[in-house]
């Protein structure tokens, strides 16, 4: 069973920072995408960062430059560095693991969020 866990969220002003930290447990090898989604109150849930087993990275408009996805390998974490932060920034920051079975088979696990908030 895989398991996330979020933490690193919180208040701030807008202009700082914050890093999150996903601590994953469980059978997670092979073919694997970390992601970052947020959701705002009211809206939908949105892609924030990706990180794949060949270190690729994928990042959101609203956050290139600002943010970075990043892994520890030794230590089975996910971080997001969120730098320059925004009061648009506000909202629930989810981690997620994709692991492939086979190219058309995956299994999706997510945390339970960690909210994120930026006043200006």
């Known amino acids: 069973q895989v398991q996330l866990v979020e933490s690193g969220g919180g208040l701030v002003q807008a202009g700082e920072s914050l890093r999150l930290s996903c601590a994953a447990s469980?059978?997670?090898?092979?073919?694997?995408?970390w992601g970052w989604y947020r959701q705002a109150p009211g809206k939908q849930r949105d892609m924030v960062a990706t990180?794949?087993?060949?270190?690729?990275?994928t990042y959101a408009d609203s956050v290139k430059g600002r943010f970075t996805i990043s892994r520890d390998a030794a230590k089975n974490t996910v971080y997001l560095q969120m730098n320059a932060l925004k009061p648009e920034d506000t909202a629930v920051y989810f981690c997620?693991?994709?692991?492939?079975?086979?190219?058309?088979?995956?299994?999706?696990?997510w945390g339970q969020g960690t909210q994120v908030t930026v006043s200006s």
């Open positions: 997620t693991v994709r692991i492939y079975s086979s190219w058309s088979k995956w299994d999706d696990y």
């Open positions: 469980g059978d997670i090898f092979g073919h694997v995408v």
């Open positions: 990180l794949n087993s060949e270190h690729a990275t």
